[in-house]
């Protein structure tokens, strides 16, 4: 007697996450690329590099990087990073300004 056929169990795909985010301070849409590269050091070791650019305003944010960073993960580190240079610069202005504007 023969042995019988096994079904296969179906692969389960992944999906892989976005790599082109929107950039709300340009106004367009889907203009921010986000990679990750292993840079070697001079020393010998090696380094991960998270980079994220627009290419209609050429404003560009590196960060350290892990093996288990993701693209998302630099967006929002960037955009985080925007929140509070800003909240910074609110904190430095003057309530009592009548005009409501900051002076530095």
Same mark, same amino acid.
């Given at each position: 007697? !023969?042995? +019988?056929?096994?079904?296969?169990?179906?692969?389960?795909?992944?999906?892989?996450?976005?790599?082109?985010?929107?950039?709300?301070?340009?106004?367009? !849409?889907?203009?921010?690329?986000?990679?990750?590269?292993?840079?070697?050091?001079?020393? !010998?070791? &090696?380094?991960?590099? !998270?980079?994220?650019?627009?290419?209609?305003?050429? #404003?560009?944010?590196?960060?350290?990087?892990?093996?288990?960073?993701?693209?998302?993960?630099?967006?929002?580190?960037?955009?985080? &990073?925007?929140? +509070?240079?800003?909240? #910074?610069?609110?904190?430095?202005? &003057?309530?009592?300004?009548?005009?409501? +504007?900051?002076?530095?």
């Amino acid at each position: 007697m !023969g042995k +019988r056929k096994s079904t296969s169990k179906p692969v389960k795909r992944v999906e892989k996450l976005e790599t082109v985010f929107s950039w709300p301070f340009c106004n367009y !849409g889907r203009n921010i690329q986000c990679r990750i590269y292993k840079v070697k050091l001079a020393s !010998g070791g &090696e380094k991960w590099i !998270g980079t994220a650019d627009c290419y209609i305003c050429h #404003e560009v944010f590196h960060t350290q990087a892990t093996a288990l960073t993701e693209p998302i993960d630099i967006y929002s580190e960037w955009i985080d &990073e925007c929140e +509070r240079v800003n909240n #910074e610069l609110l904190d430095k202005c &003057e309530p009592a300004n009548k005009r409501n +504007r900051c002076e530095f």
